[in-house]
């Protein structure tokens, strides 16, 4: 099994920067693609960017091109998320999540954080 926890969320205003963490635990080996995802109020939940554990290659959703880094730290067990240039429309809960395969589903889930941007 693997754990995952987010941190990192809260209030900023539009233009501000954040970075979240998602920590990871457990059988770390077990995966191939960490995730981040939102759901803003009254949406559905929605793929923001991935990055593969051990390879490091990157994809993000055209909204957040630009203005959102994925990373992670192998040695930390730790995954990132910077997010430059905040809009009100990010404004949503983040989840980090992990899978064990290139196409399996996002088996692994974190509880969530928090991120709000006033105009």
């Known amino acids: 099994q693997v754990q995952l926890v987010e941190s990192g969320g809260g209030l900023v205003q539009a233009g501000d920067s954040l970075r979240l963490s998602c920590a990871v635990s457990g059988r770390t080996f077990s995966l191939y693609t960490m995730g981040w995802f939102r759901q803003g109020p009254g949406k559905e939940r929605e793929f923001v960017a991935l990055i593969t554990w051990h390879g490091g290659s990157t994809h993000y959703v055209e909204s957040v091109k630009g203005r959102f880094t994925i990373s992670r730290d192998n040695a930390k067990n730790t995954m990132y998320l910077q997010m430059n240039s905040l809009k009100p429309e990010d404004t949503a809960v983040y989840y980090c999540?992990?899978?064990?395969?290139?196409?399996?589903?996002?088996?692994?889930w974190g509880q969530g954080t928090q991120v709000t941007v006033s105009s």
């Open positions: 999540a992990g899978r064990a395969t290139l196409t399996s589903d996002f088996s692994y």
